[in-house]
């Protein structure tokens, strides 16, 4: 069993910054790449950035140049940096993996989500 733990949401003022942070657990081989996705109510779940075990990063056209996305590969561990928050970044902020469990077994996996509500 693999479990994803995020931790870091809260409330900020716009303009503001937060970090969130996700730890993958349990039977992990490997992992290829890791991720942050956001839903706002009403709205479908979309990516807001991801990176390689390699330290390739891409984000979404939204949040370049204020969120960072980042990686501790020896602690299963990723990070969102959300700086110059704004109003429409208010969401649930959703971890993802994708995780080899066996040398040719990859599964994706999804943390339980936090909250990142910004103030006008």
């Known amino acids: 069993q693999v479990q994803l733990v995020e931790s870091g949401g809260g409330l900020v003022q716009a303009g503001g910054s937060l970090r969130v942070s996700c730890t993958a657990s349990?039977?992990?081989?490997?992992?290829?790449?890791m991720g942050w996705y956001r839903q706002a109510p009403g709205k479908q779940r979309e990516l807001v950035a991801r990176i390689t075990s390699g330290g390739t990063t891409n984000y979404a056209d939204l949040v370049k140049g204020r969120f960072t996305i980042s990686r501790d590969n020896a602690k299963n561990t990723v990070y969102l940096q959300m700086n110059s928050l704004k109003p429409e970044d208010t969401a649930v902020y959703y971890c993802n993996a994708q995780i080899f469990v066996t040398i040719t077994t990859m599964l994706n996996y999804w943390g339980q989500g936090t909250q990142v509500t910004v103030s006008s």
């Open positions: 349990g039977s992990i081989f490997s992992i290829k790449s």
